[in-house]
């Protein structure tokens, strides 16, 4: 054996000694705990973490961030002729119609966007799977029932659909989280229930049933957890829908009509008058809707990646 | 009609009767995918269940563990565990018996584990469903099944998940998982077809230890004649929804009758042929059969198929008869050896 031959075998034992080891910490790794790990090496994932993390600390900690009262009108005090909303000294962002600092009004107002966007998401989230599980679980004529139920809640626009939900609840704050909820529920009950039936055939499904797991059992600790992460992903993406409806909602004069509360969406409203001299009172606002719907579309869009298990090693 | 002589001591613990599998869908017509199986598994024997994609093994062994879909799906004849009769069972029942009086192996390793659950939790489930002991007790059973069926480190492998085991490795854990009860019926399902040789090998050798062990009754359903010859002590060849030759190992290997047995053992790569020589397959594809009715399914394509065999013969289907002790025979025309078979091989016979 030469020496060039020893050389190469010395080596080739190496890399076989190193691709037999496994690394420290990787025994054990579940699903979740792989899919964080693959998060964090991606750089889109990461850009809508921070913007949604960023939005989260503005909203908790908004009365510590704003630099004035978002109520306290300043216009009064030096009312005179010509007197127009827009930029003014001490004001960052400048003042609206009624001189109320636009700043201060963002960032509170950021609360109850994501307010009412989490509450109808987690609202719509919890109802759709119920309905799912019970369709994915049962099949058959409970099954159709609620996918034609469902059906039905789906044909409606979404839009329409909560602009009626708000009229028939009144006007607060709670109806226009239930309308917009409302519009959600069939898209994660129709998710969730093919992803159920997608994994109710699936080879370890049956197999579970081979070794005579009883049903509650298989739907619930395997079926389910199986069928989860569409729905995750699509709870991330629905935050930016929910969101920006809320918004819209707000835009149509069907938002909170506790003017103690500013929301982005009437503010918008607000600045419509506006918008030929001041485009900013209206811009700004939208700014805010559209970055923290970006993060969260950023976010769902790479937490599909992660969780697909196509991508797993 | 259940033809089953002899074989190990004492009473069936399988018998299959007369079974019959149709799928039926509405607008479309019924495909009998199985059809007249009859067969009978003792403690401690292993049959094999032979024939292509498609001939329906598969479905009749899911028909005896009654895992068939109840929509579209009807089945029929008699399928007895220890003298019970299955078909028709209540479900709770039939729950029961699953996993700790008759389990089943799949062929996929890897999509017959849940990958989002720990290969502990899998295996303690079963035991935790079956028997009355405490999680801890499970944990432990755990450990030593999987010890058992020779997966090293078994403490650690419990808390991984399938995708960090090597397909080997999984194969185990299933079997590990369907013996934890120690049932009297095993079917296996093409448990080798997703592994690579040299784990098939461990893995049929760990399924023999276990028969000879435990006295566990041993269904193997495979399209692998390599398996069949290592393992089954009696085997039945199906096509096309039928069992076409009954016969022990030995005898199959030998002297196969049928010219679709021929033909299978003869399209089986051999050490002894020479370089180059090109391989025999069946003419023809699984696709080209006629219906039971009109003849012999397999005629199409036998080679030794005669104007009778694709003509209905008065009204009745190519019956399954008696061909010598311990066989049985569908055909008309079969494969015929010398009288003294000095040298005749398999080969030798088909060509």
């Not at chain 2, 196969?256 to 023809?284: F, K």
Request: net charge neutral; glycine share 10%; aromatic share 4%.
């Amino acid at each position: 054996m030469t020496a060039l031959g020893d050389v190469r075998r010395r080596r080739i034992d190496e890399l076989a000694a190193r691709a037999g080891q496994v690394p420290e910490g990787e025994g054990g790794v579940s699903l979740t705990r792989s899919a964080i790990r693959r998060l964090r090496r991606d750089p889109v994932a990461i850009i809508g973490a921070v913007i949604v993390v960023v939005f989260l600390v503005v909203a908790a900690f908004a009365p510590f961030l704003a630099p004035r009262d978002p109520l306290a009108q300043t216009l009064l005090s030096e009312i005179r002729p010509g007197s127009i909303p827009g930029g003014r000294e001490g004001f960052p962002l400048g003042v609206d119609n009624l001189g109320r600092d636009l700043l201060s009004r963002l960032i509170y107002g950021s609360r109850q966007s994501l307010l009412i966007g989490v509450v109808s998401t987690v609202l719509g989230v919890v109802v759709g799977m119920a309905l799912g599980v019970l369709a994915g679980a049962f099949g058959g004529w409970v099954d159709t029932l609620v996918m034609r139920f469902v059906d039905i809640v789906l044909s409606i626009p979404s839009l329409l659909m909560a602009i009626s939900i708000s009229v028939l609840l009144g006007q607060n704050q709670y109806a226009l989280m239930i309308a917009i909820a409302v519009t959600q529920v069939p898209i994660f009950a129709r998710l969730l229930r093919g992803s159920m039936l997608a994994q109710r055939g699936s080879d370890y499904a049956v197999a579970a049933q081979a070794l005579g797991i009883r049903k509650s059992r298989i739907v619930f600790g395997h079926v389910l957890p199986n069928s989860l992460s569409p729905v995750i992903v699509q709870a991330t993406l629905s935050l930016a829908t929910a969101i920006i409806e809320a918004a819209a909602l707000s835009f149509l004069g069907l938002g909170d009509p506790d003017l103690a509360r500013p929301e982005w969406g009437a503010m918008l409203a607000n600045a419509q008058g506006f918008l030929s001299i001041r485009p900013e009172l209206a811009v700004y606002p939208a700014l805010c809707i559209i970055v923290v719907a970006l993060g969260f579309t950023l976010l769902g869009e790479s937490l599909r990646e992660a969780l697909d298990p196509k991508f797993r090693r | 009609m259940n033809s089953f002589q002899g074989g190990p001591a004492g009473a069936p613990v399988l018998e299959v009767d007369d079974l019959a599998v149709t799928f039926t869908r509405r607008g479309e017509q019924s495909t009998r995918a199985v059809d007249g199986v009859s067969f009978a598994v003792a403690p401690g024997e292993t049959i094999g269940l032979v024939g292509e994609s498609g001939c329906g093994k598969s479905v009749t062994s899911l028909a005896v563990m009654g895992l068939l879909p109840r929509r579209g799906v009807e089945v029929t004849g008699s399928v007895r565990f220890n003298g019970q009769e299955l078909l028709g069972a209540r479900d709770g029942m039939l729950r029961r018996l699953r996993g700790a009086d008759m389990a089943m192996v799949f062929q996929d390793p890897l999509s017959s584990l849940n990958p989002t659950v720990r290969i502990g939790t899998q295996v303690t489930e079963v035991l935790l469903e079956h028997r009355e002991i405490s999680k801890k007790e499970a944990v432990e059973e755990a450990v030593s099944l999987l010890d058992r069926v020779g997966i090293p480190d078994p403490r650690r492998r419990l808390d991984e998940y399938p995708h960090q085991l090597s397909g080997g490795m999984r194969q185990r854990a299933l079997i590990a998982m369907s013996l934890a009860c120690s049932p009297r019926l095993l079917i296996a399902d093409e448990p080798t077809t997703a592994l690579d040789v040299t784990i098939q090998a461990q893995i049929l050798e760990l399924l023999r230890e276990l028969v000879v062990d435990t006295g566990t009754a041993l269904v193997m359903i495979t399209h692998d004649l390599g398996v069949v010859a290592g393992l089954c002590d009696r085997v039945h060849v199906m096509y096309a929804g039928k069992i076409i030759e009954t016969a022990d190992r030995y005898d199959l290997f030998a002297r196969p009758r049928q010219p679709y047995t021929g033909g299978l053992l003869a399209s089986v790569p051999r050490l002894d042929t020479g370089r180059g020589t090109p391989l025999t397959p069946i003419r023809g594809s699984a696709r080209d059969t006629i219906p039971w009715e009109q003849g012999c399914a397999f005629a199409p394509r036998c080679d030794n198929a005669q104007d009778d065999c694709l003509t209905e013969v008065s009204g009745a289907i190519v019956p399954l008869e008696y061909d010598g002790p311990g066989r049985e025979l569908r055909c008309r025309h079969p494969l015929t050896y010398p009288a003294a078979p000095a040298g005749a091989t398999a080969l030798g016979a088909v060509r």
